[in-house]
C-alpha cells in the first residue's frame, strides 16, 4: 500500500511517495508558490508528476497527506493561515486534491506530521510519544495512545512556548521567556555571537569549532544543551512518554547533544526510584524526511 506525503515549507515544497512502514519510494522538492492561493494547483502538478515518474497509477495511492507549515483546520481539511507564505490564508487543499485524484486527503501542521513520522519509524511501538525539533524554533508534537494530540484548534503540542525564563527574551509569541528562545538553533547561533563569536556563525560552524578543541564553543554549547535539556526533562514530568525523540538538523551531531540532556533528565525527572522504566531519549531517525513521511500517515489519525 502507498501513500502520499506533501511537506509545504516556506521555501520548497517536499513530496514523497512512501509504501509500508515508511520506506520511500521517490521523493521530489519544488520551490514554493509566492503566491499561497496557488498552492492547490501546484501540489497537484506534483503528484502527477511524481506518479509520472514512479510510474504508479493514481489508483494505487491510498490516500495523501498534507503537513503545512502554520495553523490548519484538520476537521475540514483547510489550511487557515502560514504566516510566513504570503496570502497563504484559508485555502480549501484537502478537497481540491480529492476532487482530483477521487482520493482521501489529510492535513496538519509541520511538526505534528514530524512527529508522526518519528512514531511511525520507531522499534519501541510505545503508545505515548513526544517528539521535539530544534530548528530555527523548538517545535513539537505529542502522541498519547497512539493519537496526535491535537487540541480544540489543532494546535496542541507548541512546545518550544513553554516559558522557562519569566521576562526572560522576546518571543514572536508576544511572551518572554519562551523554551525557544534559548534551545533553538537560531539561540544558539546568538549565544555563541554573544560570547564574542563573529562571521558567519551557525549551529554546524559552533559544533565544528567545539570539535576542533575551541574552549569557548565547548562552553557555549555546553549552556545551550542545559537550556535544551530543561525543557525536555519538562516534558519528561509532564507526559512522562515511553519515548522523546529529539530532531531537526542539528540532531545529526548525536550523542553530543543526547548524552548531556539523558543523563539530565534522567537525574531530575520525578519517578519511582525503584522502578527500572525510564523515558527513553533519542535522536532523529529520519531528518529532513521525517515531515513528508510523516504527512504519508496521516490516514492512520483520521
Ligand atoms: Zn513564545
Redesign the pocket.
Known amino acids: 500500500m502507498k501513500n502520499i506525503g506533501i511537506d509545504i515549507g516556506g521555501t520548497f515544497i517536499k513530496a514523497a511517495i512512501v509504501e509500508g512502514r515508511g520506506k520511500i519510494v521517490l521523493s521530489s522538492k519544488t520551490p514554493t508558490p509566492k503566491n499561497g492561493q496557488e498552492i492547490p494547483k501546484k501540489v497537484i502538478e506534483i503528484i502527477e508528476e511524481l506518479t509520472g515518474k514512479a510510474k504508479i497509477d493514481i489508483s494505487e495511492i491510498k490516500s495523501v497527506g498534507i503537513g503545512v507549515p502554520g495553523v490548519c483546520d484538520t476537521k475540514k481539511g483547510t489550511i487557515v493561515n502560514c504566516p510566513n507564505i504570503e496570502n497563504c490564508k484559508s485555502i480549501e487543499i484537502c478537497k481540491c486534491i480529492s476532487q482530483r485524484f477521487g482520493v482521501d486527503a489529510y492535513i496538519d501542521n509541520d511538526a505534528n506530521c514530524a512527529a508522526l513520522g518519528e512514531y511511525t519509524v520507531s522499534d519501541m511501538k510505545s503508545e505515548s510519544f513526544v517528539f521535539v525539533t530544534l530548528g530555527t524554533g523548538v517545535g513539537g508534537g505529542i502522541i498519547l495512545g497512539g493519537r496526535l494530540l491535537r487540541g480544540i484548534n489543532s494546535a496542541a503540542g507548541e512546545v518550544?512556548?513553554i516559558?522557562i525564563k519569566q521576562n526572560g527574551e522576546r518571543?514572536?509569541?508576544?511572551?518572554r521567556g519562551?523554551w525557544?528562545?534559548y534551545a533553538s538553533v537560531t539561540a544558539l547561533v546568538r549565544q555563541a555571537k554573544e560570547a564574542g563569536f563573529t562571521g558567519n556563525v551557525s549551529g554546524r560552524s559552533i559544533f565544528a569549532d567545539r570539535a576542533k578543541g575551541n574552549k569557548k564553543a565547548d562552553e557555549v554549547i555546553k549552556q545551550w544543551l542545559e537550556y535544551v535539556a530543561e525543557g525536555i526533562c519538562d516534558m519528561v514530568n509532564i507526559f512522562q512518554p515511553e519515548e522523546i525523540v529529539i530532531g531537526g538538523g542539528i540532531s545529526r551531531e548525536g550523542n553530543i547533544i543526547l548524552e548531556p540532556v539523558a543523563e539530565f533528565a534522567q537525574k531530575y525527572s520525578i519517578k519511582d526510584t525503584n522502578s527500572k522504566r525510564n523515558t527513553k531519549i533519542r535522536i532523529s531517525k529520519l531528518f529532513n524526511d521525517a515531515g513528508v513521511v510523516g504527512a504519508s500517515f496521516l490516514y492512520t489519525q483520521n
Open positions: 518550544g512556548h516559558v518571543c514572536n509569541c508576544g511572551r519562551c525557544e528562545r
